[in-house]
């Protein structure tokens, strides 16, 4: 056991969010056709009930918008909001209006279910890919017909892109009823059909089957990365174990209330925060605070939801109600960083709803102006009004932003970095700070022996021997790293006995005939270390390193200093933002001596000491003055990273931390920030450079279809050469390094 008291570490405090659960007796959230516990609560005119669902469907924040515009048509609707992370849907209403909400949201295609019961389990890869693989298998016969036969490939490339039209022609339809004009799936459909007119079957065909691999795509990220917020609720145990009036029972984890007595086996986490009633226990904190050596607690000390009880059986007397632990705190703070931060919609998306009605206006005054007001013929006025449609159609438009985005996603994750999307995407390109994590981040996050300091006449090997014999067995991260380091080295432990751990001071052990003791310095009595001593190791913690002294017959031998290294790519990472005109900043939860040590190795600001909330008002504080993105790799940074401009998250990384990222760092290599952002910047730099080609030959074909020297076959050509420009351009993006 070992004390590391002096890094004045806290239990993590969390606000509590205007959107806390409400008991269980007071839900009214289940969807229709579930059974609640109780009747719902009687609307209230002046402050309106809340209710929420879970929403299956989203692949992107478009979605989200879908379904909020849908939701907001309903009469007496006071506040809609989705919460794409957690795929969640709030309603405010001064009346119950569940049954409208479903049928609102079920008219825009997606579906409801109740927030308070398990999802249901994901479809297979079959019934989630069919319609795309059977849309690339008739557009392969359709290819192999239009080689042997025109007109029969040409029909069957008609009948291709029908059969891909028809669902989003249909959710196009959905959305216009539900308030959403002009979606994504209108355009395109609007794309389609105008290739189809113009005879460019199999061009209509191909951008169909592009835009559905594009989505499926986007869903699968969504719901790849929406797993990690199980893993948040996963970290509380679904059962406790209670004692009431001296008898032990197992109870669910939602039936424990504050003053309740429980138990937790060594290598168990807490259902619930709590209070210490032992007189001291050592707890691994690593997923709720970053810091990778467990920190001690004395009796009556709190300790937080999720932590895992290291060395001993604990009793615990639970402090925090139902729904409001730590990790239930933690998991609000999330929603309500996302809820701050505006979602970023897709340039197309936005564009359509004024280019597209723009298109058919002017077309259609052009068909009907010149022969209703000016008595000029109608057949010269149709042909330039179809021509102009033709220059009109979108197809270059749809496919220029999506084939950039796509070509940027695929080279990035070339050299292992996954980023969520294209609004992701969008938002990389833009970043002007990076706030790191310390603890997994910059540092490999778990403890090394450093320094091995021995009195005149002791060998390093021999005190690092009698260590590691008395710590052999431990699965302290202390102790680890010591047998760790005496197996490096290839020492012979020797057998040890009366082997005990001291309350509040350390560990001991009889080697032969001496009795050998691992302690804290602060837990040693006064005048055992001389003041040379004091001062060598007062250094040593000054520079961000956990001491332990080693003491035979209580005599000191010496000490074993350890410390989180540095990854070995974290200064040439920090070095290559700095090129990028970027900088750095380090964010930790530890203590500020280490902090500094970390942060003058690598010559960035830090911030030290701070809890997940402070990160997080210190993210929105840095973020003000320009675009910041957070990097980490712990469930304490995920709320920070939902409140950046950008979360990136390490690899091996909590999965809570890689669903609140929009990237991560798969390979655990530092270095792929720089090159992320510069793919970023680049496939940014391409999708301005698609949409200049794709506007700016329709508007010349434009000027020359009214002033007559464009026909149909010119517009074609415009149209499938734009379309050939803006893809040739995306691709580039592939031989990006």
């Given at each position: 056991?070992?004390?590391?008291?002096q890094?004045?570490?806290?239990?993590?405090?969390f606000?509590?969010?205007?959107f806390?659960?409400m008991?269980?007796?007071?839900h009214?959230?289940?969807?229709?056709?579930?059974?609640?516990?109780?009747p719902?609560?009687?609307?209230s005119?002046?402050?309106?009930?809340s209710?929420?669902?879970?929403?299956?469907?989203?692949?992107?924040?478009?979605?989200?918008?879908?379904?909020?515009?849908?939701?907001?048509?309903?009469?007496?609707?006071?506040?809609?909001?989705?919460?794409?992370a957690?795929?969640?849907l709030?309603?405010?209403?001064?009346?119950?209006?569940?049954n409208?909400?479903?049928?609102a949201?079920?008219?825009?295609?997606y579906?409801?279910?109740?927030?308070?019961?398990?999802?249901?389990?994901?479809?297979?890869?079959w019934?989630?890919?069919?319609?795309?693989?059977?849309?690339?298998?008739?557009?392969?016969?359709?290819?192999?017909?239009?080689q042997?036969s025109h007109?029969?490939?040409n029909i069957?490339?008609i009948i291709?892109?029908?059969v891909?039209l028809w669902?989003?022609?249909?959710q196009a339809l959905?959305?216009?009823?539900?308030?959403?004009w002009?979606?994504i799936e209108?355009?395109?459909?609007?794309a389609?059909i105008?290739?189809?007119?113009?005879g460019?079957?199999a061009?209509a065909?191909?951008?169909?089957?592009?835009?559905l691999?594009?989505?499926?795509?986007?869903?699968?990220?969504?719901?790849?990365?929406?797993?990690g917020?199980?893993?948040?609720?996963?970290l509380k145990?679904?059962t406790?174990?209670?004692?009431?009036n001296?008898?032990?029972?197992?109870?669910a984890?939602?039936?424990?209330?504050p003053?309740?007595?429980?138990?937790v086996?060594?290598g168990?986490?807490?259902?619930?925060?709590?209070?210490l009633l032992?007189?001291?226990a050592?707890?691994d904190?690593?997923?709720?605070?970053?810091?990778?050596?467990?920190?001690?607690?004395?009796q009556?000390e709190?300790?937080?939801?999720?932590?895992t009880?290291?060395d001993?059986?604990v009793q615990?007397?639970?402090?925090s109600?139902?729904g409001?632990?730590?990790i239930?705190?933690?998991?609000?703070?999330?929603e309500?960083a996302e809820?701050?931060r505006?979602?970023?919609?897709r340039?197309i998306?936005r564009f359509?709803?004024?280019?597209?009605?723009?298109i058919?206006?002017?077309?259609?005054?052009?068909?009907?102006i010149?022969?209703?007001?000016?008595?000029?013929?109608?057949e010269p006025?149709i042909y330039?009004?179809l021509?102009?449609?033709?220059?009109?159609?979108?197809?270059?438009?749809?496919i220029?932003?999506?084939?950039?985005?796509?070509?940027?996603l695929?080279?990035a994750?070339?050299?292992?970095?996954?980023?969520?999307?294209g609004?992701a995407?969008?938002r990389?390109?833009?970043?002007e700070?990076?706030a790191?994590?310390?603890?997994?981040?910059l540092?490999i996050?778990k403890?090394?022996?450093?320094?091995?300091t021995?009195?005149?006449?002791?060998?390093?090997?021999?005190?690092l021997?009698l260590?590691?014999?008395?710590?052999?067995?431990?699965?302290?991260?202390?102790a680890?790293?010591?047998?760790?380091?005496?197996?490096?080295?290839?020492l012979?432990?020797?057998?040890v006995?009366?082997?005990?751990?001291?309350?509040?001071?350390?560990i001991?052990a009889?080697?032969?005939?001496?009795?050998?003791r691992?302690?804290?310095?602060?837990?040693?009595?006064?005048?055992?270390?001389d003041?040379?001593?004091?001062q060598?190791?007062?250094?040593?913690?000054?520079?961000?390193?956990?001491?332990?002294?080693?003491l035979?017959q209580?005599?000191?031998?010496?000490?074993?200093?350890?410390?989180d290294?540095?990854?070995?790519?974290?200064?040439?990472?920090?070095n290559k933002?700095?090129?990028?005109?970027?900088?750095?900043?380090?964010?930790?939860?530890?203590?500020?001596?280490?902090?500094?040590?970390?942060a003058?190795?690598?010559g960035?600001?830090?911030?030290?000491?701070?809890l997940?909330?402070?990160?997080?008002?210190?993210?929105?504080?840095?973020?003000?003055?320009?675009?910041?993105?957070?990097?980490?790799d712990?469930?304490?940074?995920?709320p920070?990273?939902k409140?950046?401009?950008?979360?990136?998250?390490?690899?091996?990384?909590?999965?809570?931390?890689?669903?609140?990222a929009d990237?991560?760092?798969?390979?655990?290599r530092l270095?792929?920030?720089?090159?992320?952002i510069?793919?970023?910047?680049?496939?940014?730099?391409?999708?301005r450079?698609?949409?200049?080609?794709?506007?700016g030959?329709?508007?010349l074909?434009l000027?020359?279809t009214?002033?007559?020297?464009t026909?149909?076959?010119?517009?074609?050509?415009?149209?499938?050469?734009?379309?050939?420009?803006?893809?040739?351009?995306a691709?580039?993006l592939?031989?990006?390094?």
């Open positions: 056991m070992h004390d590391t008291s890094d004045n570490h806290k239990t993590p405090q606000p509590r969010s205007k806390s659960p008991p269980a007796r007071e009214a959230c289940c969807a229709e056709g579930v059974t609640c516990e109780t719902p609560l009687q609307p005119a002046e402050s309106g009930d209710y929420s669902w879970h929403v299956e469907g989203m692949d992107c924040a478009a979605c989200a918008r879908k379904v909020e515009n849908s939701v907001k048509n309903i009469p007496d609707v006071q506040h809609v909001q989705v919460l794409f957690t795929e969640k709030l309603v405010k209403s001064s009346r119950d209006i569940r409208e909400v479903e049928q949201v079920t008219s825009v295609g579906k409801l279910s109740d927030s308070t019961t398990p999802k249901a389990a994901p479809d297979s890869f019934q989630e890919n069919r319609q795309i693989i059977v849309l690339i298998v008739l557009m392969m016969a359709s290819w192999g017909l239009e042997a007109p029969f490939g069957a490339f291709t892109s029908l891909g669902p989003i022609a249909r959905r959305l216009i009823r539900g308030g959403s002009f979606a209108t355009l395109m459909s609007i389609a105008g290739a189809l007119f113009i460019a079957t061009e065909a191909m951008v169909l089957v592009l835009f691999i594009g989505e499926r795509l986007e869903a699968y990220a969504a719901s790849r990365a929406r797993r917020v199980s893993a948040l609720m996963a145990p679904d406790a174990t209670r004692i009431q001296g008898q032990r029972e197992i109870v984890q939602s039936a424990l209330r003053g309740d007595i429980i138990e086996a060594a168990g986490r807490l259902p619930a925060d709590g209070r032992n007189d001291f050592s707890f904190e690593s997923t709720l605070t970053g810091e990778s050596i467990p920190v001690e607690h004395q009556g709190n300790v937080s939801a999720g932590c009880s290291i001993r059986l615990i007397e639970v402090v109600e139902p409001d632990s730590t239930d705190r933690i998991l609000r703070l999330i309500e809820e701050r505006a979602p970023i919609e340039f998306d359509s709803r004024v280019y597209t009605p723009l058919m206006a002017l077309a259609l005054l052009t068909v009907i010149p022969p209703l007001f000016f008595g000029q013929l109608w006025w330039k009004g021509t102009l449609l033709l220059i009109g159609c979108p197809c270059a438009l749809v220029s932003t999506p084939a950039a985005i796509t070509s940027g695929a080279v994750a070339r050299y292992g970095a996954l980023i969520k999307g609004a995407l969008e990389l390109s833009q970043i700070q990076v790191f994590d310390k603890t997994g981040t540092t996050g403890p090394q022996v450093t320094t091995i021995t009195l005149e006449g002791e060998e390093e090997n021999q005190l021997m260590a590691a014999a008395v710590e052999q067995g431990s699965t302290h991260p202390l680890m790293a010591i047998t760790y380091a005496a197996q490096q080295r290839g012979t432990l020797p057998v006995g009366q082997h005990r751990v001291l309350s509040g001071i350390g001991e009889m080697i032969g005939n001496d009795m050998i691992l302690s804290s310095p602060t837990r040693l009595s006064a005048g055992q270390l003041p040379v001593w004091q060598r190791i007062a250094q040593q913690e000054d520079e961000g390193q956990t001491v332990i002294v080693v035979r209580n005599a000191l031998l010496g000490t074993i200093a350890m410390r290294a540095l990854r070995s790519d974290a200064r040439v990472a920090v933002l700095t090129e990028l005109g970027i900088k750095g900043i380090m964010l930790t939860g530890d203590n500020p001596r280490a902090a500094a040590a970390i003058s190795e690598l960035i600001d830090y911030h030290a000491s701070l997940p909330a402070d990160k997080v008002n210190l993210v929105n504080e840095l973020g003000k003055s320009s675009p910041l993105a957070m990097v980490g712990g469930i304490n940074d995920a920070a990273m409140a950046a401009t950008m979360g990136i998250s390490m690899g091996s990384g909590t999965d809570v931390a890689l669903e609140a990237a991560a760092i798969t390979h655990n270095t792929e920030l720089s090159r992320m510069t793919i970023a910047r680049a496939t940014h730099m391409t999708i450079q698609n949409i200049s080609i794709a506007l030959l329709k508007l074909f000027v020359t009214l002033l007559g020297f026909g149909l076959w010119i517009a074609v050509l415009a149209d499938s050469g734009a379309t050939a420009l803006v893809t040739a351009n691709l580039r592939l031989r990006q390094k």
